[in-house]
């Protein structure tokens, strides 16, 4: 009978190497950043700030490109301490953003570098996201913002995107087997899992809600089963959920509403969340206690970085 566990130097990290090798060739019009590398190609959109294709083999990975996101569905606990009204500013924030300005460096022997500053109109501040196209290929994404003092906490900080749905093998470097939070993770030890995507969404609670997410991941991989996929390394840590349904799904508004996760509909694509961190889930009671202080995310400043790379 096992009567109790623990990891020890589970939170050390060490940051993946950076990879020069490689031939980067690149075309650059006054709207357009076309670019290749072995087998890798991509275009990145300076009139809208975003990347728009990023191909392996021919092969389209990603459905919808990186985006910030802020907000995350409520859980039972959130609408006990009114979360939904006090942080629902955030629910909005992107909705709105405005690009200010995209540029790119001169290309050189460490790739080329692409950085766009968006204003988030509904929320008064801004926040820059830096590509950093490497000569082998992959994508180095760097996200920074200031928090408004005058606002509430964050939800979450980081960036959102949509891969095909053949993408459906999970293999991770982090905390499981099964969901975790930054408060709540404790009883799941660092090392590989290998899952499915079935195994993400966990359908148990009365209501559809936030569920689903990993924390203290170094990297993940999502694939087709065949080689075909694409990977994602944190250059600190990152936490990561990859559900078949959007945020918006998952959340029932400003109240609690007389749903079931029998009621939802599969989405034809992987909604894929890469933070940096996402609040606290609580718990200490249901009917108004907030995450404990060390997870709330009040700082003023947050900005962390990961790497996009086909699986090869």
């Known amino acids: ?53 990023y191909t392996h083999k021919n092969q389209e990975l990603i459905e919808h490109f990186p985006e910030p996101s802020f907000w995350r569905a409520p859980t039972d606990n959130d609408f006990g301490n009114d979360f939904p009204k006090r942080n629902g500013v955030w629910r909005s924030a992107t909705t709105n953003k405005k690009l200010l300005k995209a540029t790119a460096e001169d290309p050189n022997q460490s790739g080329i570098k692409i950085t766009a500053i968006f204003l988030l109109t509904d929320v008064q501040t ?19 913002m200031s928090r408004p003092t005058n606002l509430p906490d964050l939800p979450r900080y ?36 290998d899952q499915e995507l079935k195994d993400q969404f966990v ?21 087709d089963g065949n080689g075909a996929g694409l990977r994602i ?31 939802l509909h599969e989405r034809n694509f992987i909604s894929l969340h890469i933070d940096l961190k996402q609040r606290g889930v ?16 009040k700082e003023p400043h947050y900005t962390y970085s990961y790497i996009l790379e086909p699986i090869r």
């Not at 290929?137 to 996200?143: C, F, H, K, L, N």
Request: hydrophobic fraction near 30%.
């Open 158 to 193: 980081g960036m959102l995107l949509n891969l095909p749905k053949k993408f459906n093998q999970i293999r991770y470097y982090g905390r499981g087997p099964w969901e975790n939070y930054n408060d709540r993770n404790t009883a799941s030890f660092i090392k590989i899992y």
């Open 126 to 144: 801004q926040d820059t996201i830096l590509y950093h196209i490497r000569p082998d290929g992959s994508i180095q994404i760097t996200e920074s």
């Open 282 to 297: 609580g718990g200490d009671n249901s009917w108004g206690a907030l995450p404990h202080e060390p997870y709330l995310l």
């Open 203 to 223: 359908s148990n609670y009365i209501r559809p809600q936030e569920n689903g997410y990993r924390t203290d991941v170094r990297w993940v991989e999502l694939s």
């Open 1 to 53: 009978t096992e009567l109790a566990t623990e990891q020890f130097g589970g939170g050390n990290f060490i940051p993946p190497a950076t990879n020069t090798a490689g031939n980067l060739t690149t075309h650059i019009t006054e709207k357009t950043i076309n670019f290749s590398s072995q087998e890798i190609s991509g275009s990145f959109d300076l009139s809208r700030g975003e990347l728009t294709s």
């Open 233 to 263: 390394t944190g250059t600190q840590p990152i936490c990561f959920s990859a559900l078949p349904f959007t945020d918006e799904d998952l959340d029932p508004g400003l109240t609690k509403k007389n749903r079931h996760p029998a009621d």
